[in-house]
């Protein structure tokens, strides 16, 4: 049943302090497939293919003069034959690019141009020996080329359907009369079928994007729970390792106070295990004052001397940069506990300049050098980033260790923040 929560954007909704369900900021939501279009998508069934075909057939009543040419009579039937032959392969042809060559980005074929070419020729032939009613072919000619070539060759292969047309015209009507009436439809149908084909690549593009960004909304949301079970688990692990060894070594001689760390061990994991729940249920974002009370059971617990700095509540801090802090507090002690080695931690929290400093400090060993920062610094400088703020280390001569943690302060004042709110 959780095995999908980060697709499903928990919800909808977050986890706030006190519990109050927060709205999943923008770049985390799930980008919903709703574009049911059919634009630019082959027919998927059976109605699509058959409304497709309705539509292009609306166009072939311009074939009314051609057909009504050769049903008129005025033909021998060596004439009408060949001729009917010749309009049927011409409307086939048409028929096959304006079908097939819509439901695809790929670049034209060779068959392609000689299909083009072999309407140029047929409605050429069947002009100039059936007469003018049957200039309308070139109509189709230039709608095929817009429709069929991608834009940089359907530019010049509309208006060169145009020229044949005018062409054929000049040779079988000397009066002009059927310039404006054919001219005009066969250059506004080709450049309008033009204008489709870039429609239908942007509507690819558009779908291409919103994939992709549903599977950076997606991987993101992986991220993000690496990043919180991590800083979960990891605090809450150590301190169990840390009173794990403290019983081991009271159960010969201090039975009572062992009993009293696998006490504390039981609550500590039943803790976790409500941690990981929430994790897994929506975003659980901590507060300080429930991480400061943390972190001093946990320094206690190792021997190390707790020295807190900081004055609350921190006016101006954003729920937001609260949890990132607290985030970073508990990432910060968790490192002193499990790698440090030190007798004295001090934490500190500054605020100024627009900005909330949290620094965590000690006096042991410090990291080595040679290695890269762990999972733990990576994911909580991501979260910071996140926030607009920033994480920075240093490294004492002495051997201690300087966890800097930033997060910009809210610039509304509080009387204006609870009179929006409608609180005075």
């Known amino acids: 049943m959780t095995g999908d929560w980060w697709r499903r954007g928990g919800g909808g909704a977050a986890a706030g302090p006190g519990g109050e369900r927060e709205p999943w900021p923008a770049w985390r939501q799930e980008v ?20 497709k075909i309705m539509w292009i057939s609306v166009w072939l009543l311009y074939l009314g003069s051609p057909v009504g040419d050769l049903a008129g009579g005025g033909h021998p039937v060596a004439v009408v034959i060949p001729a009917a032959l010749g309009l049927a392969g011409f409307v086939g042809a048409y028929l096959t690019l304006a079908f097939f060559r819509t439901n695809t980005d790929q670049p034209p074929r060779r068959w392609v141009w000689w299909v083009l070419v072999a309407l140029a020729v047929l409605a050429t032939v069947l002009s100039v020996s059936l007469g003018r009613d049957w200039l309308v072919l070139f109509v189709y000619v230039g709608v095929a080329c817009g429709a069929a070539l991608p834009g940089r060759h359907s530019r010049w292969a509309v208006p060169a359907a145009a020229g044949l047309l005018l062409a054929n015209a000049a040779a079988v009507d000397r009066h002009g009369q059927v310039y404006p009436e054919l001219l005009l439809p066969a250059l506004l149908g080709g450049f309008s079928m033009i204008g489709v084909q870039q429609l239908v690549g942007t509507m690819r593009e558009l779908r291409a994007a919103r994939d992709t960004v549903a ?11 690496a990043r919180d079970l991590h800083d ?23 039975p009572h106070d062992a009993a009293q760390q696998v006490a504390d ?23 300080l004052a429930a991480e400061l009370a943390s972190i001093r059971t946990a320094l206690a617990s190792a021997g ?25 507090l508990r990432e910060a002690v968790t490192n002193v506990v499990r790698h440090s080695g030190a007798t004295v931690c001090v934490v500190a929290l500054e605020t100024g300049g627009g900005t909330a400093t949290l620094t965590v400090s000690d006096d042991g060993r410090g990291p080595d050098d040679a290695r890269p920062p ?51």
């Open 232 to 254: 979960l688990l990891g605090h809450s692990l150590s301190l169990i390792t840390l009173k794990s060894e403290l019983a081991g070594r009271m159960l010969p001689d201090r």
């Open 374 to 424: 762990g999972n733990g610094l990576t994911g909580l400088g991501e979260r910071l980033v996140l926030e607009g703020g920033g994480l920075s280390t240093s490294r004492a001569g002495d051997g201690g260790f300087t966890l800097t943690a930033v997060v910009p302060l809210d610039p509304t004042p509080v009387g204006a923040k609870r009179r929006a709110n409608g609180e005075e």
């Open 304 to 328: 190390i001397s707790a020295r807190v700095h900081v004055i609350e509540p921190v006016t101006g801090l954003t729920s937001a940069g609260e949890g990132a802090l607290a985030w970073a």
């Open 215 to 225: 599977q950076l909304a997606a991987t993101e949301e992986r991220l993000r729970l």
């Open 32 to 51: 919903e497939a709703s574009d049911s279009s059919p634009i630019g998508r082959p027919p998927e069934n059976r109605r699509q293919a058959l409304i």
């Open 265 to 287: 061990i039981e609550s500590v994991s039943r803790q976790a295990l409500v941690d990981v729940r929430e994790a897994v249920s929506g975003y659980r974002r901590p507060t």
